[in-house]
T-cell receptor
């Protein structure tokens, strides 16, 4: 079963605009990570946020985490055509770090 | 550093046939994962190994799927007999250590694309 649900399912923006994706999950977590997947490729890790953190930055990425609402958001600022991909949140839980992925947001950045 | 290697990249089989996928994780990674990703969906965990022991196989359809990790390194995932709904990408991934709250990054292979006709 999917732990996370991403919203929106698909997003189309112009180059230079910001893109925001949201992830909601169901059970308590140790931490949450965001991954990116280009069409036909494997997933690539973007950023991690721990359960005791509220916000994290990495380059043009900003992630927030609200454990009371069981939700996270990923903001990509000043988007580029190369950011076109699917983005997944992944929750880590349990002693053996079970990793469960959400349903994904498909982002299209139009040049 | 070599990444996670998977083979074959593509496989087309008829229903009721069998297929096997191979994975070689990043050297030194104790945790190995197999995920199934159906087109348009997120990856679903099939099985997680810690060294050569299984720590989670709750979503593995054990009547037709099997997986092993020999000597805690390479792993194979087998499907027998295949069904049409098994058409998906099978992703192998590995991480340094799966226990605790360190949130070790998972590194993915490129995937093995299976089409069952």
């Amino acid at each position: 079963s999917q732990q996370g649900e991403e919203d929106p399912q698909a997003l189309s923006i112009q180059e230079g605009e910001n893109a925001t994706m949201n992830c909601s999950y169901k059970t308590s977590i140790n931490n949450l990570q965001w991954y990116r997947q280009n069409s036909g490729r494997g997933l690539v890790h973007l950023i991690l946020i721990r359960s005791n953190e509220r916000e994290k930055h990495s380059g043009r990425l900003r992630v927030t985490l609200d454990t009371s609402k069981k939700s996270s958001s990923l903001l990509i600022t000043a988007s580029r055509a190369a950011d076109t991909a699917s983005y997944f949140c992944a929750t880590y839980s349990g002693g053996y770090q079970k990793v469960t992925f959400g349903t994904g947001t498909k982002l299209q950045v139009i040049p | 550093e070599a990444g996670v290697a998977q083979s074959p990249r593509y496989k087309i089989i008829e229903k009721r046939q069998s297929v096997a996928f191979w994975c070689n994780p990043i050297s030194g990674h104790a945790t190995l994962y197999w995920y199934q990703q159906i087109l348009g969906q997120g990856p679903k965990l099939l099985i997680q190994f810690q060294n050569n022991g299984v720590v989670d196989d709750s979503q593995l359809p054990k009547d037709r799927f099997s997986a092993e990790r020999l000597k805690g390194v390479d792993s194979t995932l087998k499907i027998q007999p295949a069904k049409l709904e098994d058409s998906a990408v099978y992703l192998c991934a590995s991480s340094l250590w799966g226990q605790g709250a360190n949130g070790n990054t998972i590194y993915f292979g490129e995937g093995s694309w299976l089409t069952v006709v």
